[in-house]
């Protein structure tokens, strides 16, 4: 059989497509329903939040941040309740990391401030002497894209039926009525920060990247 | 013999994608070093501003090496290969010259692309698949102009059976092309909100769906990229170089057909502990485990096809190049299973550990099979005896402290990390806060830095070699049988 193989290509690299696709077939799609489904209380992200998490994408937060707490009680004392797979259910993509280069940020919101945020970012040595992550100062400057945070939270609504403007569940609305909505969150959390530059940038309507990564990271509950 | 004189092999596209594959080679390898000194001495992420931290530049680092230096050189051997090995030249069909050409273009436009873009911080997070939707679109063309040339060149060829460096060739082919498809499937946002960035979009998969969806992928980007067009390299190169026959017929059957099935199943292993269900961790460690069988499988069939032959490895460089790349192959694909036991990777996921393990089997066994295999190349097609011998003998030298620098100061520094988080006090408390378990690790960072810095030294010496051996070495007359002329 090998032999003949050999002399159809054809006939053999069907045999092969499907010899590896076997694996795939039997472990990915059994679960996939069961998987996706959120545990109760688990809400989309807000459009500010959204654009926060795409900051923390553009600067490969997750090269050496892990957001996913494994089931130990080494980890648990460190990190708090270990992760179940409905609290992912609104995470596209998925960030849990591969490399703890700095701890894991699943439960950051519990443990960590604006200010405190505000300090690491500009200086990490400044709060945690020894640290070897480096400043994040542009993000003090650029600022946050809300129309494609917006184009997001819009197109996962209407492709993937998350569950925005529903009850209990975050407002997303028109862009006009979201971005009111992200003004005023973003008000409490420029409230609690120093940057001159950040809270002037606010009064003109802006909103810098640092506000949005915050906002993320205050979410990570 | 009559037929291998009246068939002039065209060898302009397997030059064009050896120029590649050495310049993305000293592209991703120095961004690599300068990354590892970053963990050592975190100054150095202030370079050039925002576009020189740690974060920005690993995925530049991860697919410069996977799609930018080893993709070229899968490339150049193909468009080498291919037609010797089907007995067939490339230049009997303007089709397929076109069609490699287009490919070689098409290719150079994207990785150049890709450098930029992941310079701007533009992708979608997923490891080796950060490429955002436009540029996925130029992978999946890129991707199709090589099948046609694969399966164009089996189209005209003389020599009926396909060699067994053949069939991984249509493995890697048919393997990366499924994975990358379904890892990438996105939904670009603009065109369903008709704002924000054009180029933006988003996973069609959730959560942990999408984290099984991308380490299937991960993983087996490894086993088709990193793995399989590798065997097929040396499947043909170490017979050629060594002027011995293949050992065992059967062995490769059975290495082949072994590691297409058992490959897939592994992913799983990248989740351990995870919230995917319990049976596809379980699966995931099992095969890992099956796997050693494939691997081991074609690294000892490789090694007793010197059999008898040990002495070669003192005269000829290439040949000590291809047995030691078969041996570091044996030590990570034994690591990698011992490493998805799920008592060992709750110690040794997320530590340095693993990055430790990727290197020893990329700069070990990828590494020095494909610079191998471009050695080899380079005298067949430049008509030009290699450069030198000497310098050859001390970049393997070089090459191999660096690599065993860099395997055992990570492997140390993994363990240690791993044991200080889970470390605690005499009354059960956490024994040590996050950051003294990063402080304790910066010698061995550094150390794994000077390892890497040795490796990129050799990578220079390679490329000096291969650049007088294209241009001032003694030309030769006729085309050498097995092992490569050198000069001392």
């Given amino acids: 059989m090998f032999h003949w193989l050999e002399r159809n290509p054809f006939f053999f690299a069907v045999g092969v497509f499907l010899v590896i696709a076997y694996a795939g077939v039997v472990t990915i799609l059994p679960d996939f329903m069961e998987s996706a489904r959120p545990v109760t209380g688990t809400k989309p992200y807000t459009v500010l939040e959204l654009a926060g998490r795409q900051v923390y994408i553009k600067d490969s937060c997750n090269a050496c941040h892990s957001q996913l707490v494994r089931p130990f009680k080494s980890e648990t004392d460190r990190y708090g309740m270990y992760s179940l797979s409905g609290e992912y259910a609104y995470d596209r993509p998925f960030l849990w990391g591969s490399k703890r280069t700095g701890p894991d940020l699943m439960r950051v919101g519990n443990y960590r401030t604006t200010d405190w945020h505000e300090y690491h970012m500009l200086e990490p040595q400044s709060v945690v002497p020894g640290s070897i992550m480096p400043a994040y100062k542009h993000m003090f400057k650029n600022v946050a894209d809300i129309e494609t945070a917006y184009a997001e939270a819009f197109t996962v609504k209407t492709v993937f039926n998350v569950p925005y403007d529903q009850a209990d569940m975050p407002k997303l609305g028109t862009f006009d009525e979201a971005k009111k909505a992200l003004m005023d969150e973003a008000a409490l959390i420029v409230a609690d920060m120093k940057s001159q530059e950040v809270k002037e940038a606010f009064k003109r309507g802006e909103i810098k990247e640092i506000v949005a990564l915050i906002a993320y990271l205050n979410s990570l509950k | ?488």
């Fill in chain 2, 1 to 488: 013999m009559q037929a291998r004189d009246a068939l002039n092999y065209d060898y302009s596209v397997a030059k064009c994608f050896t120029y590649a594959t050495i310049l993305f080679g000293i592209i991703g390898m120095v961004i690599g070093v300068v990354i590892a000194y970053q963990m050592a001495f975190p100054e150095l992420n202030y370079l050039a501003d925002e576009y020189g931290t740690f974060s920005r530049l690993r995925p530049l680092h991860t697919s410069g090496v996977i799609f930018g230096f080893l993709l070229s050189g899968i490339f150049a051997t193909w468009y080498y290969v291919g037609q010797r090995v089907l007995k067939v030249s490339m230049a009997e069909s303007p089709f397929l010259m076109i069609v490699g050409r287009l490919h070689f273009w098409i290719y150079m436009l994207t990785i150049l692309s890709a450098v930029v873009a992941l310079f701007l911080g533009i992708g979608t997070s997923k490891e080796y698949a950060e490429l955002e939707w436009p540029l996925d679109i130029a992978v999946v063309v890129l991707w199709v102009l090589w099948g046609i040339s694969i399966f164009g060149l089996i189209g005209i060829r003389r020599e009926k059976t396909l060699y067994i460096s053949m069939w991984y060739y249509i493995a890697t082919f048919l393997g990366v092309a499924m994975l990358y498809l379904f890892n990438n499937m996105e939904v670009p946002t603009y065109f369903v909100a008709g704002m924000g960035k054009w180029y933006h979009s988003v996973s069609m998969y959730a959560g942990t769906n999408d984290a099984m969806v991308q380490w299937w992928y991960g993983h087996n980007a490894v086993a088709f990229i990193f793995t399989v067009p590798i065997i097929a390299m040396i499947y043909y190169f170490l017979p050629k170089e060594s002027g011995q026959p293949v050992f065992s017929y059967k062995l490769s059957l059975l290495s082949f057909w072994g590691l297409m099935f058992v490959y897939l199943w592994a992913g799983g292993h990248h989740l351990l502990y995870s919230t995917v269900p319990d049976w596809v961790q379980t699966m995931g460690s099992i095969f890992s485990v099956i796997l050693i069988l494939p691997s081991w499988g074609s690294a000892i069939n490789m090694l007793l096809t010197m059999k008898g032959q040990w002495g070669q490895l003192k005269e000829n460089p290439l040949v000590k190049f291809m047995v030691f790349a078969s041996t570091f192959y044996m030590l990570s694909t034994l690591e990698g299973p011992i490493q998805a036991i799920k008592s060992v990777n709750a110690l040794a996921h997320f530590t340095d550990w693993i990055p430790g393990h990727v290197h020893d089997g990329t700069l070990g066994w990828v590494g020095f099979m494909t610079m191998a295999a471009l050695f080899h190349m380079a005298p067949r097609m430049y008509k030009r005896e290699l450069y030198s011998k000497k310098l050859m003998e001390s970049q393997f030298w070089i090459q191999t402290t660096g690599i065993v620098m860099y395997f055992s100061s990570m492997w140390i520094a993994g363990i240690t990390q791993g044991m200080m988080w889970r470390a605690t006090d005499q009354f059960g408390n956490l024994a040590y806060s996050f950051i003294d378990t990063v402080t304790v690790l910066i010698p061995y960072y550094a150390l794994r830095a000077t390892g890497g810095l040795l490796y990129l030294i050799g990578f220079f010496m390679f490329t000096y070699n291969m650049y007088k051996t294209m241009t001032a070495s003694k030309a030769i007359e006729s085309e050498p049988q097995n092992a490569s002329p050198m000069a001392a």
